[in-house]
């Protein structure tokens, strides 16, 4: 599997709590500077942020690829826009989460969010709504 992490750097710990979730080694970490100037459009931001992602078109679209989200709400939005498109389809992420009790503060690996998934149950779900 490819992380490729928006966010601050993952730890060994964390990479570990990838691979036991998912149950997929993790053969590469890609580490990506995703500071924003709000002063600047975030859409171009984004685009760039992305076009360091030294993925080929093809690896984008059938590579185990999951995605470690900038912290920043709207850069997040925007890059799932844009990983949509070049992907196909919505791709995983991660959920980080503070140790509970933890000094100095530290984040385990909470959970992976399937995004396409939960758009595919959304669809059922509104389908029922119209009665099939």
């Given at each position: 599997m490819i992380v490729v992490n928006f966010s601050h750097p993952l730890s060994e710990e964390q990479i570990g709590q990838i691979e036991q979730i998912t149950g997929q080694p993790v053969k590469k970490v890609l580490e990506i500077h995703s500071q924003i100037d709000p002063q600047e459009s975030l859409e171009d931001q984004v685009l760039r942020m992305v076009d360091q992602v030294q993925l080929s078109?093809?690896?984008?679209?059938n590579a185990p690829i999951l995605i470690n989200p900038p912290s920043l709400n709207f850069t997040a939005l925007m890059l799932v826009g844009d990983l949509h498109g070049r992907m196909g389809f919505f791709?995983?992420?991660?959920?980080l989460r503070p140790v509970k009790g933890a000094l100095p503060p530290r984040f385990e690996v909470a959970e992976v969010l399937d995004l396409h998934s939960i758009r595919e149950k959304a669809r059922l779900r509104r389908s029922e709504r119209r009665g099939g």
């Amino acid at each position: 599997m490819i992380v490729v992490n928006f966010s601050h750097p993952l730890s060994e710990e964390q990479i570990g709590q990838i691979e036991q979730i998912t149950g997929q080694p993790v053969k590469k970490v890609l580490e990506i500077h995703s500071q924003i100037d709000p002063q600047e459009s975030l859409e171009d931001q984004v685009l760039r942020m992305v076009d360091q992602v030294q993925l080929s078109a093809e690896e984008w679209q059938n590579a185990p690829i999951l995605i470690n989200p900038p912290s920043l709400n709207f850069t997040a939005l925007m890059l799932v826009g844009d990983l949509h498109g070049r992907m196909g389809f919505f791709p995983a992420f991660l959920r980080l989460r503070p140790v509970k009790g933890a000094l100095p503060p530290r984040f385990e690996v909470a959970e992976v969010l399937d995004l396409h998934s939960i758009r595919e149950k959304a669809r059922l779900r509104r389908s029922e709504r119209r009665g099939g």
